[in-house]
């Protein structure tokens, strides 16, 4: 996995499941879902977020339920990873579990609406290249770094499965 | 160095000699707990996208518990076909309808101090009341433990909450909770174990400590935990279990705290959370005279066999309100056969309780019970989130079984003190 570039997107403290991934969506496919991603806290965010994007915050990102669609639906907009001062517990299982790099960072208050940032997941490194910050993040070990890459936990499931029947 | 009582568990799940939080480590699952909402129906095609069979049949719990009894054919289908998976998968511990998952498990001994568990359910803290390290787990990391036995979790810090003294007369665990809602907030233990302790804690029952457990989800822990003391361990065996050494599993007097908090259980009132969250706590008095068309005493946090007690002890001798209706889902079929045995079923019945079945029912609006448009409900579950109990506009309060009790027999929210007094605590 290289090193994400993009735009951020930034948000406050206690960004809960239902913000993310509104609850009367939650019946549907997560293509009808997307449009409303965070759309109560920033109705831009949804229509303008691109590929490789990084959603920063505050505080406790994704607290509540432990709906997986909360990081289904930031993945599907193309976001590259998350970054926040931290993470509510089964949001940051999920991410991972689900491929996204969720970096706990003490400084993400530092990274401003749109500045551009350079975020490497493997190293725990942001670089803010809008102001020329650079900031550390609690780091992700290789083990489960190794999933985030494969896609999340599935496919990494998948691929494990596969090299030890292929031995035999 | 000096560890908590979760380390420990977690150094031992993870095979090493100790962690420090912040460490992300990988840990031997001890028992897999799963419902009917997010279990089979959910995990079964995962394992079939990658042809994987289940680790351990063994070390996994089934309880239907979310869509019982069936009301559609939907619902039918969901618990069919988690009949269906189990029998498949040859899981030998099931129950199907025999209760709430939180609820059920520790009743047939399967929960034993030291042990790393993972449940398909936010409330799957519950079982720290056992000494075990217990959270809730989405369903794709719960295919994952399927199929390998395993998971990884990053060490949480610890928070210690003491609570002095001694609940007065009326008050309960759920009063405890609500306060702590209220003074931490939702998000307050922001991934780490709350652990309860101090002489109120140790006073307490184990289906109180449950509850204690049970809340710590609404305040953004990853798991509540007690230290196991001989009251854990008659429980256990009372239940089947075998407890082993509990004092084993017990945090070090030195450890370290990421902060302590010390409250007097003697001075705390009962406590009513008010819509849409159970951090409006507040003492009984700020909400009295709130009318209702439902009271509601249900779910893993409200409807065990001493909360049915609760409820007794105020209702003895009265009468549910004309135009109130009062809903009593025991948590387990056990649940119901002690309350019928001992006279508890009686009373609230002879007050003009209504006996639901044993299940989720109305807490998430899965079951019977739910609410209308602009009703008002006052309920000893875990969360009033808007829309969650059946129509968006209908308004939850939530209080300890004592409380929606003593409301039922207002029609208003009441302080059930004033049907307290004079009894023997
Ligand atoms: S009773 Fe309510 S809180 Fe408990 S497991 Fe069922 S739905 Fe969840």
Redesign the interface.
């Known amino acids: 996995m290289s090193v994400a570039t993009g735009r951020a997107w930034v948000f406050g403290?206690?960004i809960d499941t239902d913000v993310l991934a509104p609850?009367i969506y939650m019946k549907g496919p997560i293509e009808k879902m997307t449009p409303h991603c965070l759309e109560a806290v920033d109705p831009e965010f949804a229509a303008g977020v691109e590929a490789g994007d990084v959603v920063v915050a505050g505080?406790?990102f994704g607290?509540g339920?432990?709906?997986?669609q909360a990081v289904l639906v930031l993945r599907h907009l193309g976001v590259a990873a998350v970054v926040a001062r931290?993470?509510?517990?089964?949001f940051?299982?999920?991410a991972l579990?689900?491929g996204l790099p969720a970096l706990a960072c003490a400084e993400a208050g530092r990274i401003g609406a749109s500045h551009r940032v350079a975020v490497d997941a493997e190293a725990g490194d942001i670089q803010n290249l809008t102001t020329g910050g650079r900031y550390a993040c609690?780091g992700?070990?290789e083990?489960?770094m190794e999933m985030v890459r494969d896609g999340?936990?599935?496919p990494h499931?998948?691929k494990r499965?596969g090299a030890r029947s292929s031995r035999g | 160095m000096a560890r908590t009582l979760a380390e420990k568990i977690i150094a031992r799940a993870a095979g090493q000699d100790a962690v420090t939080p912040g460490d992300i480590v990988t840990c031997a699952v001890d028992l897999a707990m799963m419902h009917d909402s997010g279990g089979p129906r959910r995990v079964a095609p995962i394992l079939e996208s990658l042809q994987a069979k289940v680790w351990d049949a063994g070390k996994i719990v089934v309880a239907s518990d979310h869509y019982v009894p069936a009301v559609d054919a939907e619902s039918a289908a969901i618990l069919d076909l988690t009949r269906k998976w189990v029998a498949d998968n040859g899981i030998p511990n099931f129950y199907d309808m025999q209760g709430i998952c939180h609820v059920v498990v520790p009743e047939h001994g399967h929960l034993l101090p030291g042990m790393f568990v993972v449940g398909g359910d936010s409330h799957s803290p519950t079982g720290g009341a056992f000494g075990c390290f217990m959270f809730g787990v989405g369903a794709t990391e719960m295919a994952g433990v399927l199929v390998t036995g395993e998971t990884w979790i990053k060490v949480p810090e610890t928070i210690l909450v003491r609570w002095g003294g001694r609940l007065g007369r009326g008050l309960s665990a759920k009063d405890i909770m609500l306060f702590l809602c209220h003074r931490l907030g939702m998000g307050g233990a922001e991934y780490r174990v709350v652990q309860y302790a101090g002489d109120a804690v140790e006073g307490l029952p184990m289906a109180e400590r449950m509850t204690l457990c049970n809340m710590a989800a609404e305040l953004g822990a990853q798991t509540g935990i007690i230290a196991p003391d001989a009251v854990t361990a008659d429980h256990i065996r009372t239940n089947g279990g075998d407890p082993g050494d509990v004092a084993s599993w017990q945090g070090d007097a030195d450890a370290t705290f990421h902060a302590v908090h010390d409250f007097d259980a003697g001075t705390l009132a009962p406590q009513v959370a008010a819509p849409h969250s159970p951090a409006n706590a507040a003492a009984v008095g700020d909400y009295e005279n709130v009318a209702v068309n439902q009271a509601y005493i249900g779910a893993c946090t409200g409807a065990k066999a001493v909360d049915l007690c609760m409820a007794a002890a105020v209702l003895k001798g009265n009468r549910v309100a004309a135009g109130v209706r009062l809903l009593v889902a025991p948590a387990s079929t056990r649940t119901t056969a002690e309350a019928a045995a001992d006279g508890t079923l009686a009373t609230l019945t002879e007050a003009g309780a209504i006996l639901m079945p044993s299940g989720c029912g109305a807490c998430a609006g899965y079951g019977a019970g739910v609410l209308a448009e602009n009703e008002a409900c006052i309920a000893s579950t875990a969360r009033n989130f808007k829309g969650r109990m059946g129509a968006p506009s209908a308004d939850v309060y939530l209080a300890s079984p004592y409380t929606v009790a003593a409301s039922a027999i207002r029609g208003r929210i009441s302080d059930p003190r004033d049907f307290l007094e004079g009894r023997a605590p």
């Open positions: 403290d206690d609850g505080r406790n607290m339920s432990s709906r997986e931290s993470f509510a517990g089964l940051f299982r999920n579990n689900l609690e992700i070990p083990h489960l999340g936990l599935v499931m998948a499965l």
